[in-house]
Protein backbone atom coordinates (compact mmCIF):
# COMPACT_ATOMS: atom_id res chain seq x y z
CA UNK A 1 0.00 0.00 0.00
CA UNK A 2 1.40 3.46 -0.99
CA UNK A 3 0.76 6.19 1.52
CA UNK A 4 2.39 7.26 4.61
CA UNK A 5 3.15 4.08 7.26
CA UNK A 6 2.96 4.74 11.15
CA UNK A 7 5.49 2.03 12.74
CA UNK A 8 4.95 2.25 16.74
CA UNK A 9 8.13 2.51 18.90
CA UNK A 10 6.92 2.76 22.30
CA UNK A 11 6.86 0.47 25.41
CA UNK A 12 4.95 -2.76 24.66
CA UNK A 13 1.46 -2.47 26.03
CA UNK A 14 1.45 0.92 25.77
CA UNK A 15 -2.53 2.33 25.50
CA UNK A 16 -2.71 4.82 22.48
CA UNK A 17 -6.22 6.57 20.89
CA UNK A 18 -5.92 6.26 17.55
CA UNK A 19 -9.17 8.09 16.85
CA UNK A 20 -7.72 11.25 15.49
CA UNK A 21 -5.66 9.48 13.37
CA UNK A 22 -7.87 8.97 10.21
CA UNK A 23 -6.66 9.62 6.42
CA UNK A 24 -8.90 12.25 5.80
CA UNK A 25 -7.15 14.35 8.97
CA UNK A 26 -3.72 13.61 7.86
CA UNK A 27 -4.67 14.08 3.83
CA UNK A 28 -2.49 16.11 2.69
CA UNK A 29 0.13 16.81 5.97
CA UNK A 30 3.67 16.84 6.07
CA UNK A 31 5.47 13.74 7.92
CA UNK A 32 7.12 17.06 10.28
CA UNK A 33 3.19 18.13 10.52
CA UNK A 34 1.79 14.48 11.21
CA UNK A 35 4.78 14.14 13.68
CA UNK A 36 3.54 17.19 15.86
CA UNK A 37 -0.11 15.83 16.53
CA UNK A 38 -0.98 15.69 19.97
CA UNK A 39 -2.10 11.81 21.05
CA UNK A 40 -3.62 10.28 23.65
CA UNK A 41 -1.65 7.82 25.28
CA UNK A 42 -2.06 5.80 28.32
CA UNK A 43 -4.37 8.53 30.46
CA UNK A 44 -2.04 11.64 29.52
CA UNK A 45 -1.25 12.88 25.71
CA UNK A 46 2.11 12.52 23.82
CA UNK A 47 2.62 13.47 19.68
CA UNK A 48 2.33 11.58 17.15
CA UNK A 49 5.87 11.44 16.48
CA UNK A 50 6.81 10.67 19.76
CA UNK A 51 4.78 7.09 19.68
CA UNK A 52 5.34 6.37 16.09
CA UNK A 53 8.15 6.25 13.32
CA UNK A 54 6.34 7.93 10.04
CA UNK A 55 7.58 7.37 6.82
CA UNK A 56 6.97 9.78 4.02
CA UNK A 57 3.92 9.26 1.89
CA UNK A 58 0.52 11.14 2.06
CA UNK A 59 -2.56 9.49 4.24
CA UNK A 60 -4.72 10.12 1.69
CA UNK A 61 -3.44 7.16 -0.68
CA UNK A 62 -3.87 5.04 2.56
CA UNK A 63 -2.47 4.58 5.93
CA UNK A 64 -0.44 1.69 7.41
CA UNK A 65 -0.32 0.90 11.00
CA UNK A 66 2.51 -1.24 12.77
CA UNK A 67 1.32 -1.84 16.31
CA UNK A 68 4.03 -3.63 17.52
CA UNK A 69 3.23 -4.41 20.55
CA UNK A 70 1.40 -1.30 21.73
CA UNK A 71 -2.65 -1.60 22.66
CA UNK A 72 -4.53 0.50 19.77
CA UNK A 73 -7.87 1.79 20.40
CA UNK A 74 -10.22 3.29 17.65
CA UNK A 75 -8.33 2.91 14.82
CA UNK A 76 -10.25 3.96 11.90
CA UNK A 77 -13.40 5.43 14.45
CA UNK A 78 -14.88 8.00 12.62
CA UNK A 79 -13.57 7.32 9.96
CA UNK A 80 -15.80 8.55 6.57
CA UNK A 81 -13.03 7.99 4.00
CA UNK A 82 -9.87 6.25 2.49
CA UNK A 83 -8.19 3.36 3.37
CA UNK A 84 -5.97 2.21 6.81
CA UNK A 85 -4.64 -1.50 7.33
CA UNK A 86 -3.15 -2.46 10.50
CA UNK A 87 -0.42 -5.55 10.15
CA UNK A 88 -1.29 -6.58 13.26
CA UNK A 89 -3.72 -6.59 16.35
CA UNK A 90 -5.91 -3.38 17.28
CA UNK A 91 -7.42 -2.67 20.49
CA UNK A 92 -11.44 -1.75 21.23
CA UNK A 93 -13.95 0.26 19.18
CA UNK A 94 -11.75 0.04 16.07
CA UNK A 95 -13.76 1.29 13.39
CA UNK A 96 -16.63 2.77 15.57
CA UNK A 97 -18.92 5.23 14.23
CA UNK A 98 -17.11 4.39 10.68
CA UNK A 99 -19.27 6.10 8.02
CA UNK A 100 -17.35 4.88 5.22
CA UNK A 101 -13.53 3.99 3.45
CA UNK A 102 -11.83 0.79 4.06
CA UNK A 103 -10.01 -0.27 7.69
CA UNK A 104 -8.60 -3.74 7.35
CA UNK A 105 -6.93 -5.56 10.12
CA UNK A 106 -4.51 -8.11 9.37
CA UNK A 107 -4.54 -9.34 12.95
CA UNK A 108 -7.56 -9.93 15.78
CA UNK A 109 -9.77 -7.05 17.23
CA UNK A 110 -11.07 -5.95 20.62
CA UNK A 111 -14.22 -5.58 21.30
CA UNK A 112 -17.12 -2.88 19.91
CA UNK A 113 -16.18 -3.43 16.63
CA UNK A 114 -17.68 -1.00 14.19
CA UNK A 115 -19.82 -0.20 17.01
CA UNK A 116 -20.49 3.22 19.08
CA UNK A 117 -18.37 4.76 20.73
CA UNK A 118 -19.00 5.59 24.42
CA UNK A 119 -22.53 8.20 24.55
CA UNK A 120 -23.15 8.13 20.71
CA UNK A 121 -26.56 6.30 19.43
CA UNK A 122 -25.29 4.49 16.71
CA UNK A 123 -22.43 2.46 15.73
CA UNK A 124 -20.83 1.76 11.91
CA UNK A 125 -22.52 3.72 9.94
CA UNK A 126 -21.27 2.88 6.06
CA UNK A 127 -17.70 1.46 4.83
CA UNK A 128 -16.17 -1.46 5.26
CA UNK A 129 -14.24 -3.37 8.04
CA UNK A 130 -12.21 -6.73 7.52
CA UNK A 131 -10.70 -8.73 10.17
CA UNK A 132 -8.17 -11.14 9.16
CA UNK A 133 -8.28 -12.96 13.20
CA UNK A 134 -11.13 -12.99 15.84
CA UNK A 135 -12.87 -9.63 17.32
CA UNK A 136 -14.34 -9.75 21.11
CA UNK A 137 -17.38 -9.01 22.24
CA UNK A 138 -20.30 -6.82 21.09
CA UNK A 139 -19.16 -6.28 17.69
CA UNK A 140 -21.32 -4.36 15.26
CA UNK A 141 -23.54 -3.34 18.38
CA UNK A 142 -26.09 -0.73 17.43
CA UNK A 143 -24.50 -0.87 13.63
CA UNK A 144 -26.58 1.23 11.12
CA UNK A 145 -24.90 0.37 7.80
CA UNK A 146 -21.83 -1.24 6.03
CA UNK A 147 -20.02 -4.63 6.28
CA UNK A 148 -17.82 -5.84 8.87
CA UNK A 149 -16.48 -9.31 7.76
CA UNK A 150 -14.03 -11.26 10.64
CA UNK A 151 -12.72 -14.43 9.29
CA UNK A 152 -11.98 -16.11 12.81
CA UNK A 153 -14.99 -16.10 15.48
CA UNK A 154 -16.28 -12.85 17.27
CA UNK A 155 -17.75 -12.36 21.65
CA UNK A 156 -20.22 -12.27 22.72
CA UNK A 157 -23.53 -10.05 21.96
CA UNK A 158 -22.27 -9.67 18.18
CA UNK A 159 -25.03 -7.30 16.46
CA UNK A 160 -26.30 -6.48 19.85
CA UNK A 161 -29.32 -3.47 18.70
CA UNK A 162 -28.03 -3.79 15.46
CA UNK A 163 -30.36 -1.57 13.15
CA UNK A 164 -29.12 -2.54 9.76
CA UNK A 165 -25.91 -3.49 8.05
CA UNK A 166 -23.60 -6.92 7.76
CA UNK A 167 -21.75 -8.72 10.47
CA UNK A 168 -20.25 -11.76 8.94
CA UNK A 169 -18.33 -13.67 11.31
CA UNK A 170 -16.61 -17.01 9.66
CA UNK A 171 -15.24 -19.14 12.42
CA UNK A 172 -19.05 -17.92 14.58
CA UNK A 173 -20.01 -16.28 17.53
CA UNK A 174 -20.32 -16.23 21.30
CA UNK A 175 -23.05 -16.26 23.52
CA UNK A 176 -26.70 -13.91 22.76
CA UNK A 177 -25.77 -13.21 18.87
CA UNK A 178 -28.11 -11.04 17.51
CA UNK A 179 -29.56 -9.12 21.39
CA UNK A 180 -31.88 -6.66 20.61
CA UNK A 181 -31.22 -6.85 16.65
CA UNK A 182 -33.77 -4.80 14.70
CA UNK A 183 -32.95 -5.63 11.12
CA UNK A 184 -29.18 -6.20 9.36
CA UNK A 185 -27.64 -9.94 9.04
CA UNK A 186 -25.48 -11.35 11.39
CA UNK A 187 -24.02 -13.82 8.86
CA UNK A 188 -21.98 -17.04 10.56
CA UNK A 189 -19.69 -19.52 8.43
CA UNK A 190 -20.89 -22.72 11.04
CA UNK A 191 -23.75 -24.05 11.65
CA UNK A 192 -25.81 -23.02 15.17
CA UNK A 193 -25.75 -25.59 17.46
CA UNK A 194 -28.77 -24.30 19.31
CA UNK A 195 -31.87 -21.12 18.44
CA UNK A 196 -30.42 -17.82 19.06
CA UNK A 197 -32.33 -16.39 22.11
CA UNK A 198 -35.16 -14.14 20.88
CA UNK A 199 -35.32 -15.77 16.83
CA UNK A 200 -37.71 -17.66 15.31
CA UNK A 201 -36.84 -20.66 12.65
CA UNK A 202 -36.58 -18.98 9.28
CA UNK A 203 -35.77 -21.95 7.58
CA UNK A 204 -32.60 -23.34 5.11
CA UNK A 205 -32.25 -22.36 1.43
CA UNK A 206 -29.92 -20.62 -0.98
CA UNK A 207 -29.89 -16.94 -0.34
CA UNK A 208 -29.72 -14.83 -3.52
CA UNK A 209 -28.28 -11.82 -1.68
CA UNK A 210 -25.59 -13.46 -0.69
CA UNK A 211 -23.81 -13.67 -4.53
CA UNK A 212 -24.09 -9.33 -4.01
CA UNK A 213 -22.34 -9.44 -0.79
CA UNK A 214 -19.86 -11.73 -2.04
CA UNK A 215 -19.09 -9.20 -4.88
CA UNK A 216 -19.05 -6.62 -2.62
CA UNK A 217 -16.50 -8.50 -0.38
CA UNK A 218 -14.18 -8.94 -3.88
CA UNK A 219 -10.74 -7.99 -3.29
CA UNK A 220 -10.90 -8.38 0.54
CA UNK A 221 -9.85 -12.31 0.28
CA UNK A 222 -12.12 -12.93 3.46
CA UNK A 223 -13.70 -16.24 4.44
CA UNK A 224 -16.93 -15.33 2.80
CA UNK A 225 -15.23 -14.22 -0.77
CA UNK A 226 -14.25 -17.45 -0.48
CA UNK A 227 -17.10 -19.53 0.67
CA UNK A 228 -18.39 -21.63 -2.58
CA UNK A 229 -22.28 -22.08 -0.64
CA UNK A 230 -24.71 -19.26 -0.86
CA UNK A 231 -27.05 -21.75 1.36
CA UNK A 232 -27.78 -20.81 5.35
CA UNK A 233 -30.38 -21.48 7.95
CA UNK A 234 -31.96 -18.32 8.73
CA UNK A 235 -33.51 -17.15 12.26
CA UNK A 236 -35.24 -14.50 12.35
CA UNK A 237 -35.64 -11.82 15.70
CA UNK A 238 -34.82 -10.66 17.79
CA UNK A 239 -38.64 -10.74 18.25
CA UNK A 240 -38.32 -9.52 21.98
CA UNK A 241 -37.98 -6.25 20.48
CA UNK A 242 -40.15 -6.82 17.07
CA UNK A 243 -37.26 -7.17 15.03
CA UNK A 244 -37.11 -8.01 11.73
CA UNK A 245 -33.58 -9.00 11.68
CA UNK A 246 -31.10 -12.25 10.80
CA UNK A 247 -28.92 -14.62 11.52
CA UNK A 248 -28.10 -16.73 8.61
CA UNK A 249 -25.86 -19.60 9.85
CA UNK A 250 -23.98 -21.55 6.86
CA UNK A 251 -25.51 -24.62 6.33
CA UNK B 1 -25.15 12.36 -55.75
CA UNK B 2 -23.96 9.65 -57.79
CA UNK B 3 -26.34 6.16 -57.52
CA UNK B 4 -25.53 3.88 -55.37
CA UNK B 5 -25.84 -0.01 -55.22
CA UNK B 6 -24.51 -2.66 -52.58
CA UNK B 7 -24.57 -6.22 -54.59
CA UNK B 8 -26.66 -4.84 -57.09
CA UNK B 9 -28.86 -3.11 -54.23
CA UNK B 10 -30.14 0.61 -55.05
CA UNK B 11 -29.31 2.43 -51.93
CA UNK B 12 -31.78 5.34 -51.80
CA UNK B 13 -30.76 9.04 -51.54
CA UNK B 14 -33.17 9.76 -48.09
CA UNK B 15 -32.02 9.75 -44.72
CA UNK B 16 -33.76 8.38 -41.63
CA UNK B 17 -35.40 10.66 -39.23
CA UNK B 18 -35.13 9.82 -35.66
CA UNK B 19 -35.58 11.90 -32.49
CA UNK B 20 -34.71 12.00 -28.87
CA UNK B 21 -35.76 9.13 -26.63
CA UNK B 22 -35.02 8.58 -22.77
CA UNK B 23 -33.54 4.94 -21.66
CA UNK B 24 -32.42 3.07 -19.45
CA UNK B 25 -31.19 -0.32 -19.01
CA UNK B 26 -31.93 -3.24 -16.65
CA UNK B 27 -30.15 -6.70 -16.18
CA UNK B 28 -32.48 -9.44 -15.37
CA UNK B 29 -31.68 -13.04 -13.96
CA UNK B 30 -33.07 -16.00 -13.37
CA UNK B 31 -32.45 -19.45 -12.18
CA UNK B 32 -31.46 -20.73 -16.34
CA UNK B 33 -31.70 -19.31 -19.39
CA UNK B 34 -35.24 -20.42 -20.16
CA UNK B 35 -36.57 -18.09 -17.43
CA UNK B 36 -34.06 -15.85 -18.32
CA UNK B 37 -36.11 -15.62 -21.93
CA UNK B 38 -39.34 -15.55 -19.76
CA UNK B 39 -38.94 -13.11 -17.68
CA UNK B 40 -37.58 -10.38 -20.58
CA UNK B 41 -40.14 -12.12 -22.77
CA UNK B 42 -42.83 -10.32 -20.29
CA UNK B 43 -41.17 -7.55 -19.49
CA UNK B 44 -40.47 -6.22 -23.24
CA UNK B 45 -44.13 -7.75 -24.48
CA UNK B 46 -46.43 -4.75 -26.09
CA UNK B 47 -43.17 -2.50 -26.12
CA UNK B 48 -43.27 -1.71 -29.94
CA UNK B 49 -43.64 2.15 -30.42
CA UNK B 50 -43.80 4.81 -27.76
CA UNK B 51 -47.13 6.26 -29.53
CA UNK B 52 -49.19 3.25 -28.56
CA UNK B 53 -47.58 1.15 -25.93
CA UNK B 54 -45.73 4.13 -24.13
CA UNK B 55 -42.26 2.45 -24.48
CA UNK B 56 -40.34 0.87 -26.93
CA UNK B 57 -38.28 -2.14 -25.14
CA UNK B 58 -36.00 -5.33 -26.51
CA UNK B 59 -33.63 -7.55 -24.98
CA UNK B 60 -29.85 -6.06 -25.95
CA UNK B 61 -28.05 -8.75 -25.45
CA UNK B 62 -27.60 -11.93 -23.18
CA UNK B 63 -25.34 -12.13 -19.88
CA UNK B 64 -23.54 -14.96 -18.84
CA UNK B 65 -23.16 -15.77 -15.19
CA UNK B 66 -20.21 -14.27 -15.02
CA UNK B 67 -20.80 -10.93 -16.38
CA UNK B 68 -24.06 -10.52 -13.93
CA UNK B 69 -24.35 -9.44 -10.13
CA UNK B 70 -25.87 -13.00 -8.43
CA UNK B 71 -23.50 -15.29 -11.10
CA UNK B 72 -26.33 -16.53 -12.54
CA UNK B 73 -27.68 -16.22 -16.43
CA UNK B 74 -28.94 -13.28 -17.40
CA UNK B 75 -30.28 -10.33 -20.10
CA UNK B 76 -29.59 -6.83 -20.49
CA UNK B 77 -32.91 -5.00 -21.45
CA UNK B 78 -32.98 -1.37 -22.72
CA UNK B 79 -36.19 0.45 -22.75
CA UNK B 80 -37.02 3.85 -24.39
CA UNK B 81 -40.03 6.31 -23.23
CA UNK B 82 -40.22 10.04 -24.25
CA UNK B 83 -39.10 11.39 -20.75
CA UNK B 84 -38.30 10.31 -17.70
CA UNK B 85 -41.19 10.97 -15.96
CA UNK B 86 -42.61 8.57 -18.21
CA UNK B 87 -40.15 5.70 -18.05
CA UNK B 88 -40.40 6.70 -13.67
CA UNK B 89 -43.83 4.36 -14.25
CA UNK B 90 -43.78 2.23 -16.74
CA UNK B 91 -40.29 0.69 -15.83
CA UNK B 92 -41.67 0.45 -11.99
CA UNK B 93 -44.50 -1.24 -13.24
CA UNK B 94 -43.45 -3.87 -15.81
CA UNK B 95 -40.54 -4.92 -13.41
CA UNK B 96 -43.24 -5.15 -10.63
CA UNK B 97 -45.70 -7.08 -13.14
CA UNK B 98 -43.42 -9.21 -15.38
CA UNK B 99 -39.90 -9.52 -13.25
CA UNK B 100 -41.09 -9.59 -9.72
CA UNK B 101 -43.75 -12.28 -10.41
CA UNK B 102 -41.34 -14.34 -12.67
CA UNK B 103 -40.00 -17.21 -11.39
CA UNK B 104 -36.44 -17.03 -9.36
CA UNK B 105 -36.10 -14.04 -11.22
CA UNK B 106 -34.23 -10.24 -9.76
CA UNK B 107 -33.28 -7.45 -11.55
CA UNK B 108 -30.37 -4.84 -11.26
CA UNK B 109 -29.45 -1.35 -12.50
CA UNK B 110 -27.47 -1.36 -16.22
CA UNK B 111 -26.90 1.96 -16.50
CA UNK B 112 -25.30 3.82 -13.24
CA UNK B 113 -24.16 7.42 -14.99
CA UNK B 114 -27.58 9.10 -16.77
CA UNK B 115 -29.44 12.39 -16.38
CA UNK B 116 -31.03 10.97 -13.10
CA UNK B 117 -32.38 7.95 -11.50
CA UNK B 118 -36.25 6.31 -11.31
CA UNK B 119 -36.93 3.76 -8.43
CA UNK B 120 -36.83 0.00 -9.15
CA UNK B 121 -37.01 -1.97 -5.99
CA UNK B 122 -37.74 1.83 -3.98
CA UNK B 123 -40.94 1.77 -5.61
CA UNK B 124 -42.08 -1.75 -5.17
CA UNK B 125 -40.63 -2.78 -1.82
CA UNK B 126 -44.01 -1.69 0.09
CA UNK B 127 -45.02 -5.05 -1.78
CA UNK B 128 -43.09 -6.38 0.93
CA UNK B 129 -45.81 -5.23 3.37
CA UNK B 130 -43.32 -4.18 6.20
CA UNK B 131 -40.75 -7.55 6.04
CA UNK B 132 -38.87 -5.87 2.89
CA UNK B 133 -34.99 -5.94 3.95
CA UNK B 134 -32.57 -3.48 2.51
CA UNK B 135 -28.93 -4.11 1.59
CA UNK B 136 -26.78 -1.67 0.85
CA UNK B 137 -23.14 -3.40 -0.80
CA UNK B 138 -20.92 -0.69 -1.67
CA UNK B 139 -22.67 2.46 -3.78
CA UNK B 140 -25.57 -0.05 -4.83
CA UNK B 141 -28.67 -0.08 -2.56
CA UNK B 142 -31.18 -3.72 -3.06
CA UNK B 143 -34.43 -4.90 -1.74
CA UNK B 144 -35.51 -8.47 -0.80
CA UNK B 145 -39.01 -8.73 -1.21
CA UNK B 146 -40.07 -12.22 0.53
CA UNK B 147 -42.26 -13.86 -2.32
CA UNK B 148 -43.94 -17.50 -2.52
CA UNK B 149 -40.31 -18.64 -4.20
CA UNK B 150 -38.26 -17.00 -1.63
CA UNK B 151 -36.43 -13.76 -2.00
CA UNK B 152 -37.35 -11.13 -5.04
CA UNK B 153 -33.97 -9.07 -4.67
CA UNK B 154 -34.27 -6.17 -6.84
CA UNK B 155 -31.75 -2.55 -6.61
CA UNK B 156 -33.11 0.18 -5.24
CA UNK B 157 -32.61 2.58 -8.54
CA UNK B 158 -31.34 2.92 -12.01
CA UNK B 159 -30.05 6.04 -14.13
CA UNK B 160 -31.75 6.90 -16.78
CA UNK B 161 -30.20 9.20 -19.75
CA UNK B 162 -30.66 10.34 -23.23
CA UNK B 163 -30.81 8.31 -26.03
CA UNK B 164 -32.11 7.93 -29.85
CA UNK B 165 -35.47 6.20 -30.77
CA UNK B 166 -36.70 6.33 -34.54
CA UNK B 167 -33.77 5.08 -36.22
CA UNK B 168 -34.98 2.79 -39.31
CA UNK B 169 -34.65 1.35 -43.05
CA UNK B 170 -36.89 -0.47 -45.05
CA UNK B 171 -35.71 -3.33 -46.94
CA UNK B 172 -37.74 -3.26 -50.96
CA UNK B 173 -38.02 -6.88 -52.50
CA UNK B 174 -39.44 -8.78 -55.41
CA UNK B 175 -41.31 -11.01 -52.76
CA UNK B 176 -42.48 -11.38 -49.38
CA UNK B 177 -40.38 -14.58 -48.87
CA UNK B 178 -37.31 -12.72 -50.03
CA UNK B 179 -38.23 -9.78 -48.09
CA UNK B 180 -38.50 -11.62 -45.00
CA UNK B 181 -35.29 -13.19 -45.73
CA UNK B 182 -33.48 -10.00 -45.50
CA UNK B 183 -35.12 -8.83 -43.04
CA UNK B 184 -33.97 -11.53 -40.80
CA UNK B 185 -30.21 -11.26 -41.91
CA UNK B 186 -30.91 -7.55 -41.17
CA UNK B 187 -31.99 -8.42 -37.42
CA UNK B 188 -29.31 -10.87 -37.17
CA UNK B 189 -26.54 -8.49 -37.75
CA UNK B 190 -28.11 -5.80 -35.34
CA UNK B 191 -28.43 -7.67 -32.25
CA UNK B 192 -25.31 -8.42 -30.91
CA UNK B 193 -24.41 -4.84 -31.41
CA UNK B 194 -24.31 -2.75 -28.07
CA UNK B 195 -26.17 -0.06 -27.14
CA UNK B 196 -29.16 -0.31 -29.59
CA UNK B 197 -32.25 -2.24 -29.50
CA UNK B 198 -34.92 -3.20 -32.41
CA UNK B 199 -38.22 -3.24 -30.47
CA UNK B 200 -40.20 -4.69 -32.77
CA UNK B 201 -41.37 -8.07 -32.98
CA UNK B 202 -38.99 -10.07 -34.10
CA UNK B 203 -36.96 -6.61 -34.79
CA UNK B 204 -38.80 -6.18 -37.78
CA UNK B 205 -42.01 -3.89 -38.82
CA UNK B 206 -45.01 -4.55 -41.73
CA UNK B 207 -46.90 -2.23 -40.63
CA UNK B 208 -44.83 1.43 -41.45
CA UNK B 209 -47.27 4.37 -40.59
CA UNK B 210 -47.73 8.09 -41.64
CA UNK B 211 -48.67 10.86 -39.76
CA UNK B 212 -52.28 11.46 -40.19
CA UNK B 213 -55.41 10.19 -41.44
CA UNK B 214 -58.49 10.40 -43.23
CA UNK B 215 -59.93 9.42 -40.37
CA UNK B 216 -59.77 12.61 -37.91
CA UNK B 217 -59.65 10.17 -34.59
CA UNK B 218 -56.65 8.70 -36.00
CA UNK B 219 -52.92 10.15 -35.33
CA UNK B 220 -51.11 8.13 -37.71
CA UNK B 221 -52.39 5.39 -40.64
CA UNK B 222 -50.82 3.14 -42.98
CA UNK B 223 -47.64 4.69 -44.80
CA UNK B 224 -49.67 4.14 -48.44
CA UNK B 225 -46.62 5.02 -50.20
CA UNK B 226 -44.89 1.97 -49.07
CA UNK B 227 -47.86 -0.10 -49.46
CA UNK B 228 -47.62 -2.60 -53.00
CA UNK B 229 -50.87 -3.31 -53.20
CA UNK B 230 -52.17 0.42 -53.43
CA UNK B 231 -49.44 1.09 -56.37
CA UNK B 232 -52.06 1.69 -58.67
CA UNK B 233 -54.44 4.00 -56.49
CA UNK B 234 -51.74 5.78 -54.73
CA UNK B 235 -50.45 8.64 -56.57
CA UNK B 236 -47.57 9.41 -54.38
CA UNK B 237 -46.22 5.56 -54.57
CA UNK B 238 -42.53 5.21 -53.68
CA UNK B 239 -42.68 1.61 -55.14
CA UNK B 240 -41.51 0.68 -58.57
CA UNK B 241 -43.94 -2.43 -60.10
CA UNK B 242 -41.70 -5.00 -59.22
CA UNK B 243 -41.49 -4.83 -55.54
CA UNK B 244 -44.13 -7.04 -53.98
CA UNK B 245 -43.10 -6.25 -50.12
CA UNK B 246 -41.68 -3.59 -47.71
CA UNK B 247 -40.20 -4.50 -44.10
CA UNK B 248 -38.64 -2.14 -42.07
CA UNK B 249 -36.30 -2.20 -38.99
CA UNK B 250 -36.53 0.51 -36.48
CA UNK B 251 -34.12 0.99 -33.73
CA UNK B 252 -33.81 2.79 -30.98
CA UNK B 253 -29.96 3.63 -29.39
CA UNK B 254 -27.95 5.33 -26.85
CA UNK B 255 -26.58 7.66 -29.16
CA UNK B 256 -26.01 8.26 -32.76
CA UNK B 257 -23.14 6.18 -33.48
CA UNK B 258 -25.15 3.21 -31.87
CA UNK B 259 -28.03 3.91 -34.63
CA UNK B 260 -25.26 4.62 -37.47
CA UNK B 261 -23.35 1.02 -36.29
CA UNK B 262 -26.67 -0.78 -36.42
CA UNK B 263 -27.88 0.51 -39.72
CA UNK B 264 -24.76 0.08 -41.56
CA UNK B 265 -24.53 -3.32 -40.05
CA UNK B 266 -28.10 -4.19 -41.09
CA UNK B 267 -28.39 -2.63 -44.50
CA UNK B 268 -24.77 -4.44 -45.40
CA UNK B 269 -27.01 -8.06 -44.28
CA UNK B 270 -30.13 -7.36 -45.76
CA UNK B 271 -28.13 -6.28 -49.19
CA UNK B 272 -26.02 -9.00 -48.61
CA UNK B 273 -27.17 -11.71 -51.29
CA UNK B 274 -27.92 -8.84 -53.58
CA UNK B 275 -30.84 -8.72 -56.81
CA UNK B 276 -30.30 -11.96 -57.00
CA UNK B 277 -32.06 -12.59 -53.72
CA UNK B 278 -34.82 -10.25 -54.61
CA UNK B 279 -33.65 -7.48 -52.59
CA UNK B 280 -34.53 -4.36 -54.68
CA UNK B 281 -33.16 -1.54 -52.49
CA UNK B 282 -32.81 0.29 -49.30
CA UNK B 283 -34.61 2.87 -48.62
CA UNK B 284 -35.42 5.26 -44.98
CA UNK B 285 -38.68 6.84 -43.18
CA UNK B 286 -39.07 10.49 -42.34
CA UNK B 287 -40.81 13.43 -42.16
CA UNK B 288 -39.08 15.67 -44.30
CA UNK B 289 -37.17 16.83 -41.07
CA UNK B 290 -40.07 18.10 -39.33
CA UNK B 291 -39.79 14.88 -36.65
CA UNK B 292 -36.65 14.72 -34.94
CA UNK B 293 -33.14 16.56 -34.99
CA UNK B 294 -31.31 13.16 -35.95
CA UNK B 295 -30.90 12.26 -39.32
CA UNK B 296 -28.92 9.14 -40.52
CA UNK B 297 -28.84 9.61 -44.49
CA UNK B 298 -28.15 6.06 -45.95
CA UNK B 299 -25.38 6.68 -48.63
CA UNK B 300 -23.57 8.51 -46.05
CA UNK B 301 -23.79 5.57 -43.74
CA UNK B 302 -22.51 3.21 -46.15
CA UNK B 303 -20.19 4.83 -47.41
New interface residues.
Given amino acids: MSGMTLTFCGGAGTIVDMSALLPERLAGLTTAEVAGLPLPCNGGVATVGGMFEISAGDAAEGLLIRPAGAVLHRVGAGMAAGRILVEGDVGSHAGAGMSGGLLRIAGNAGDALGGALPGLPLGMRGGLVSVGGRAGDRAAERMR???IVIDGPVGAYAAGFMI?G?LAAGGGCGPHPGFGMR?G?LLLGRPQDAMPIGFADGGT?????L???R??LEGTGSWFERAGSTRAHRFIGDLAEGG?G?ILAMA | MADMRINGVRIEDTFAEAFPMTYTRLVITADTPAWVDAATASLTGFATSVIGCGCEAAVERLLTPEETPDCRPGAAVMIFGMSSGDLAKLVVNRVGQCIMTSPGSACYAGLFEGTKRIPLGGGLRYFGDGHQISKKFGDRRFWRLPVMDGEFVCEDSVAVAKGIGGGNFLILAASHRQCLAAAEAAVAAIRPLPGVILPFPGGVVRSGSKVGSKYKALVASTNTRFCPTLQAVEPETLLTPDVEAVLELVLDGTDEAAIRAGMRAGIAAAAAGGTAAGVLAITAGNYGGKLGPHHFHLREVMA
Wanted: hydrophobic share 35%; glycine share 10%; charged share 30%.
Fill in positions: RGIATRTRDWLFHLLRGHE
